[in-house]
């Protein structure tokens, strides 16, 4: 990388030789005339374009709409949420506990950067005048090779639109037959394509299944029955099992002693909070709404 951007002909000078030397088929990705990956010639292309508008077509048949849409350099994510499918829960003690407002104790940047208010949760939360929770499906991809095409399970919470990712509903690799010239037909190739295709589709659709909400709804249920006496310890805990930085340690501590309650449930909501303060980092701020939802189904990691 540094010879490339001080000496750009000879690095390429040096690349090409390097092909001659030892050639192989591969496959370029670029984009606007850049080169974005360089892949192996098994990389099977689950092109961003394809996926977005299978998510938004199985959005509309389940009512969900598009809660969060980012893009990085090497991953594209939309999350979706069924506004209409909620349940109650109890908060559990914190400042959280009391009466609040939707979005009260977020990140009023992120709910704008994210047009959280455009979506009308706001009326269905204050109208129930409970701590209601939501469920989410993200559907992640990437381009480039940096990971698989997932669906993934979450919930979001009224209180402060924290949100959490569970469990993957499927996980389809980049990685498909090599690209031997004359075997395949292009209909060959796009019906493997529809294939996978048609397990996301079903993924998404089961991510707003009534008896997967139920599930996690229960877990939360089970974490906010388990109660942390000492606060400090269990967030040293947590970092060091999640491999949290020291800054992201303090702000983890704040968050969870000023606004949460003292429970596993609690310390999940604080790791989810610090996703809301990324948002200009959408790998980082996934990385901790993943955290918050392996507090969730492993009890172990607060201790």
Request: hydrophobic content about 40%.
């Amino acid at each position: 990388m540094e010879l490339a951007a001080q000496q750009p002909d000879v690095g390429c000078d040096l690349l090409n030789q390097l092909m001659s030397v030892a050639p192989k088929r591969m496959l370029f990705r670029q984009l606007d005339g850049c080169v974005r990956a360089v892949l192996s010639d098994s990389y099977r292309c689950l092109d961003n374009y394809d996926l977005v508008f299978t998510a938004l077509e199985v959005a509309q048949s389940v009512d969900a709409d598009v809660l969060q849409c980012t893009m990085s350099d090497d991953k594209m994510r939309i999350k979706l949420i069924a506004r209409s499918m909620w349940q109650t829960l109890n908060a559990g003690g914190g400042r959280a506990n009391g009466m609040f407002k939707a979005g009260d104790l977020g990140n009023p940047e992120w709910r704008e950067a994210n047009g959280i208010g455009e979506l009308g949760l706001e009326d269905t939360i204050n109208d129930t005048g409970g701590h209601i929770v939501f469920p989410t499906c993200t559907i992640s991809n990437s381009e480039t090779g940096a990971g698989s095409s997932q669906v993934e399970f979450g919930l979001c919470d009224g209180a402060c639109f924290n949100m959490q990712t569970f469990d993957k509903k499927v996980r389809s690799v980049h990685l498909g037959s090599k690209l031997e010239l004359g075997i395949f037909s292009e209909e060959t190739i796009a019906a493997d394509s529809k294939a996978i295709m048609c397990k996301m589709t079903d993924a998404i659709k089961a991510c707003f299944n009534p008896a997967v909400f139920q599930k996690h709804i229960m877990l939360r249920v089970g974490a906010q029955k388990d109660i942390i006496e000492a606060p400090t310890m269990a967030v040293d805990n947590v970092v060091k099992a999640l491999d949290i930085n020291e800054d992201d340690r303090d702000r983890l501590l704040s968050y969870f002693v000023k606004d949460y309650a003292m429970t596993r449930d609690g310390l999940s909501q604080a790791v989810s909070r610090m996703a809301q303060d990324e948002f200009d980092n959408v790998d980082k701020s996934a990385d901790f709404e993943a955290y918050a939802g392996k507090l969730i189904e492993q009890p172990a990691l607060i201790r």
